[in-house]
């Protein structure tokens, strides 16, 4: 409905009255309008009234919000800013940390290169001495513990298995091993040895040749050399001499280069000296021995159609005191690969039996001899009485035993420069002869514990008592007793030069590492202790004409 019909509807209510009731009507009807606009106008004031209130609480509680959000800030700004700065801190005290820690790396660099530096001093010091003294160099191997140590122990309660298979030797620093060991019933033990080097079960074969290699270059100034296994069986003085199978497997052992032992390796070093040598002053000829049960065996002999056949031989003391090897047969090798088959060829002849210990074992001392001669020119030789002497007892001792074949071999060979023949018909040459001896000596065992018995019991016992007969040896040598028992054995007898004092020896001791085989261990150890204490004076040099450091 509109305004219009509104009033239309009003003024016809109002049909009919009179006109002063309309006008009542009428200003009755304005008045409500009054009324209602004033309520309308009180409520509206009264509705800006509280809007204003909530406007200056709203905005006094902005003003609040703001100012705490301000707080706020500078608080987290200050954090921050702490934060930072502690962290540019942390920074500089970590960058001064890593100068430190650089210049301690540096240090500690220095220090372990100064102290290697004199720990070679030292040793090369202790080397002088040692040969000053005409000592024994003893060194010392533990080989790793292997399978063949836990097997064949059906008889023993797994408990004591255990404990046999425990270790109780250690290398615990190069020169020095510990062996430790507490047995229920047995008093503990807990000694240290101490010798010129030893090697740790992981050392490698390298290694060992590295300490080895300074005594070649002794042997081409002049100096006998013989370098000797010692141990009990399956400590390994064969993985040590010749490497791993070298016996069984010829192939594999020149296949792997980095397992030969120290023969093979001294053969090569040997020829990498002689090659740095005038071509033709120098040659090598090789002889193969075989101690077996006291007899002298020539493992590379032949019998009339060629064939090698172990031949038995004699040692004897000649006139001037030392001993030699009647009809031994040297031949005459041009380098290591000859070298190794004619070794190799010898070692076939070898007389092995299995023990329980190791059935692969070798119960014979065997003896690689290389005796390298030297051609030397009058002129270059001494001439010190002394000197004189030594050259003439050389000369005697290489035309008495110098081989024909070897000296045909000469002087058909085209390689050299002039045959000993040759030379003497124009300037009387002379022969110095030094002397390689490498042996591997049988297992140092006791008999009770390899269980053998018949003919491998007399074996046992043999080597027993050889090795017996080199301990008494040293014994007389290191009291300086004016008899030395060389000739209670075939052995010591065969050795009687390098052990007596003609040549720089080298005992390398091989110890197995577990309980079970404690007893031998010690025994070694002992062995090497009392070798080591024997002082035989100052090593005699043959006089050679081309001089290179001594090691
Ligand atoms: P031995 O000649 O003293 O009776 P071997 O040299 O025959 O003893 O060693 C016995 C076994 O132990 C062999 O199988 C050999 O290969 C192994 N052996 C010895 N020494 C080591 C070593 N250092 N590392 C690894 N194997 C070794
Ligand atoms: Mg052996």
Redesign the pocket.
């Known amino acids: 409905m509109t305004g219009v019909d509104w009033l239309l509807g009003k003024y016809q209510g109002l049909a009919g009255r009179s006109t002063n009731e309309v006008l009542q009507l009428y200003s009755a009807h304005g008045q409500q309008q009054k009324l209602q606009r004033g309520s309308v106008v009180t409520h509206l004031h009264e509705a800006i009234k509280r809007l204003k209130q909530d406007m200056k609480s709203l905005r006094s509680f902005a003003l609040e919000l703001s100012k705490d959000f301000q707080r706020q800030c500078k608080a987290y700004l200050y954090q921050a800013l702490t934060a930072v700065q502690e962290i540019q801190l942390q920074n500089e005290a970590m960058q001064m940390f890593q100068i430190k820690a650089f210049d301690l790396e540096q240090s500690l660099q220095e220090v372990t290169e100064r102290y290697e530096k004199e720990k070679q001093k030292r040793r090369v010091l202790h080397n002088s001495l040692v040969e000053l003294r005409g000592n024994i160099r003893v060194h010392c191997?533990?080989?790793?513990s292997?399978p063949?140590d836990n097997a064949d122990e059906h008889s023993i309660s797994q408990d004591r298995q255990r404990n046999f298979s425990e270790k109780v030797a250690y290398a615990i620093d190069d020169e020095t091993v510990l062996v430790k060991c507490s047995r229920p019933g047995h008093a503990s033990i807990n000694k240290t040895f101490q010798f010129e080097r030893v090697?740790s079960?992981f050392?490698s074969?390298d290694t060992v040749f590295a300490d080895v290699a300074p005594l070649l270059t002794s042997l081409l100034d002049g100096y006998n050399v013989c370098i000797m296994?010692y141990?009990?069986?399956?400590?390994?003085?064969?993985?040590?001499?010749?490497g791993?199978?070298l016996e069984e497997n010829f192939a594999f052992a020149l296949e792997d280069e980095s397992e030969l032992g120290i023969i093979p390796r001294a053969t090569q070093e040997v020829f990498r000296l002689i090659s740095e040598k005038p071509p033709g002053s120098y040659w090598v000829e090789v002889s193969v021995v075989e101690v077996y049960n006291n007899e002298i065996f020539d493992l590379l002999a032949k019998d009339s159609c060629g064939k090698v056949f172990g031949v038995k031989r004699d040692v004897v003391t000649t006139r001037e005191g030392k001993s030699n090897v009647p009809l031994l047969t040297y031949e005459t090798v041009e380098n290591a690969s000859e070298f190794l088959h004619l070794v190799i060829r010898g070692l076939q002849l070898r007389v092995r039996h299995p023990t329980l210990?190791?059935a692969?074992?070798?119960r014979s001392h065997l003896v690689v001899t290389l005796t390298i001669t030297t051609i030397v020119s009058g002129d270059s030789l001494g001439t010190s009485w002394e000197d004189e002497q030594i050259n003439q007892r050389l000369n005697k001792e290489f035309s008495c035993t110098y081989p024909q074949k070897a000296r045909e071999n000469r002087s058909t060979s085209s390689s050299r420069a002039s045959s000993p023949a040759q030379l003497e018909a124009t300037e009387k040459p002379k022969q110095v002869k030094t002397r390689l001896q490498l042996v591997?000596l049988a297992?140092s065992e006791c008999v009770g514990m390899s269980g053998v018995t018949g003919a491998a019991l007399r074996e046992t016992s043999f080597i027993n008592r050889s090795l017996s007969a080199l301990a008494d040896v040293l014994g007389a040598i290191a009291e300086q007793r004016s008899h030395v028992p060389y000739r209670n054995s075939k052995l010591t007898h065969l050795l009687q030069d390098s052990v007596g004092g003609d040549a720089k020896l080298l005992l390398m001791l091989?110890i197995s590492p577990d309980q079970k085989y404690l007893t031998e261990s010690l025994q070694s150890l002992g062995f090497g202790t009392r070798a080591r204490q024997v002082q035989r004076g100052q090593i005699k040099k043959k006089n050679l004409p081309v001089q290179s450091k001594a090691k």
Do not use: N
């Open positions: 191997r533990i080989r790793p292997l063949f090697y079960a050392e074969q296994a141990g009990q069986t399956g400590s390994g003085k064969t993985y040590t001499m010749l791993p199978q210990v190791h692969h074992s070798s591997d297992g091989c």
